[in-house]
């Protein structure tokens, strides 16, 4: 999968990893970018195409598919984190996290799936973390949705096979953009991160750990529980 001469959809395009997604593909040789947000007027990048889209919303997702039936290649990188945690947090807030960061992306899947099979298979970029594996003794609720996505995107990998769409799953640890403004923590460059997703799509890789957190703890998936949660021993 080349992303030269391709159609690229990116989900929260308008800022952070997302812009970085949609310049780094017109970059590349994309023959048409759609910068999605939910608000396309505050989309600013020269060259793509704003796209008006709420993935919270099936009946957006399915206008959006509508408009942008030429797509090739579609990056799911809009997402939520409210920091809420299970046990005491806002239900609503959890609630929030699960519509946006698993049910917003596989809204964006079904809808756009009959398209890139249309269009020769394509490709599908999920934006996953490394909280898909660990929860971070704080809000939980993301690392659960994280969690179910990565799932989901195991599933949907199997379902779409059949129709020539390769399924990559991006895990990330921390990055530098306004969802982790504030907080200490290593944070990787967003456009490293972006630019490895891309190589990954054209390399037609299923999994693309980005950083070295990630890399270090896949490993340690296979390891008793009490080695991944030492504060519990």
């Known amino acids: 999968m080349k992303l030269n001469g391709s159609v690229v959809l990116v989900t929260g395009a308008n800022r952070g990893m997302g812009r970085h997604f949609a310049a780094q593909a017109l970059e590349r040789g994309a023959a048409k970018v759609y910068a999605a947000a939910r608000n396309p007027e505050s989309v600013d990048l020269p060259g793509v ?54 049910f917003g992306t596989l809204n964006m899947v079904r809808a756009f799936a009959p398209a890139l099979g249309a269009n020769g298979g394509g490709a599908i970029l999920n934006i996953l973390s490394v ?62 991160i972006a630019r490895a997703g891309l190589d990954g799509i054209e390399s037609g890789a299923l999994e693309v750990l980005a950083d070295k957190v990630t890399a270090d703890f896949k490993p340690l998936l296979s390891a008793d529980p009490s080695v991944i949660y030492p504060e519990l021993v």
């Open 131 to 192: 909280l898909s594996w660990r929860s971070p003794g704080l809000g939980h609720a993301y690392a659960a949705a994280k969690a179910a996505s990565w799932s989901l995107t195991n599933g949907v990998r199997l379902e779409l096979a059949a129709q020539g769409t390769r399924v990559t799953g991006l895990h990330v640890g921390g990055v530098d953009t306004d969802m982790l403004a504030g907080i200490e923590a290593l944070k990787a460059d967003p456009a490293d």
């Open 49 to 102: 195409e704003p796209l008006r889209l709420d993935i919270t919303d099936p009946a957006s997702a399915a206008a959006a598919a509508a408009a942008a039936s030429d797509v090739t290649v579609l990056i799911n990188n809009a997402g939520v984190a409210t920091f809420a945690n299970l046990v005491t947090g806002d239900p609503a807030l959890i609630r929030q996290e699960f519509e946006t960061n698993f």
